[in-house]
């Protein structure tokens, strides 16, 4: 694999002033080709082999004697991230819900919080509401295309990006979501999950086991009592924990070929990069939307198919409040923060911004306010031929 040497700098125009991030590689083009739900290019016959296995299991569909539930919110990876394949996002949400008081969110953990989980196996084991609950939000599945990629970025590039932010735009500047690993036990920069409340493939795999399908594992091994009612999960729960074990075959856990398939899984591809376009990518820099949807980092991994790679993702994978929050809390993040989300890939990810509500990416642009407010009447200026110009920019992606 060989990769440009040459280091650009990209110009955002913010207010009045030029402030330049620097970015890494210019171009590479191994990932080229590949289309939505294929495996990074390039991979040897051994990953292509885990990376199939792994998509097998992603799409396996769960059973109670397998471990699902005794509460759940699908049956499978795949019945949430199937558009447009398997991978993918859908406008499938989960549930949140907590309350909050004078500025304070309280996750309402002994009660079943923060998330609801909607299905059980049984009726008494249902989940509800509580009523002290004031704040319910709804979060849509996210799109996994380029995981491994976003996985493989150093903590320290996120780390400049924040700093760079602080010191050059104080008004848009990220915060950093500190996340403790449950698998390696150290601390690392969280870049998954609309919180970036994970940092890791394989926390992000457990995490999602426990508490989208009920199904406990090494990482996770406890159950999800329904509203926090102990007694009523011993009622319910059907198989003994961890419900998520080593194949005697593979000695690989479920956990582990999901984190496979995800790590290996291509980015999304882009469409067509006509003049129009660039013109609008130029636009999109200059009214500083650029400045929180960074165009690219560059990955550094051990795995050769991997390094060196540009993650051209489209976001700076910091937290900011854009007037969109739920006033729900998760980890380090805070009740109105939100990751930037990743724009690579747009085109087929509709619809947009964490609830679903909008519809068109023109829409969600309309819905930005507090830190991304001055980049949004920017936009706004815009005539009518650029506007267009910078949407077909977004829709390429």
Known sequence: MRIAKTFVLIAFVVSASLVWFPLGPTTTDSMQGAMFGDPLPGLGSNDRLLFEAGKEDFNEVQEVKDGLGPLFNARGCGECHSFPTTGGSS???EVRFGRYV?????????????LLQLFAIEPKCQELLPPRANRVGQRQTTPLFGAGLIEAIPDSQILLSADLQRHSVPEQAG???HVTSVSDRQVHVGRFGWKAQQALLLDFSGDAYLNEMGITNDLF???NAPNGNRQLLAECDKVADPEDKARPDTGLRGIDNFTNFMRFLAPPPRGAITQRVRRGEALFDQVGCAVCHRPSYTAVSSHRVLNGQTVALYSDLLLHDVGTGDQIAQGDAGPNE????PLWGLRASAPYLHDGSAATPLQAIREHGKQAESARKRFEKLSSEERDAFLDFLNSL
């Open 102 to 114: 004078d500025g304070v969110f309280d996750d309402l953990a002994a009660e079943g919080g923060s």
């Open 338 to 341: 939100f990751r930037t989300p």
């Open 221 to 223: 091994p406890h159950e």
């Open 175 to 177: 915060g950093v979501h």
């Open 91 to 93: 406008a499938v949400s």
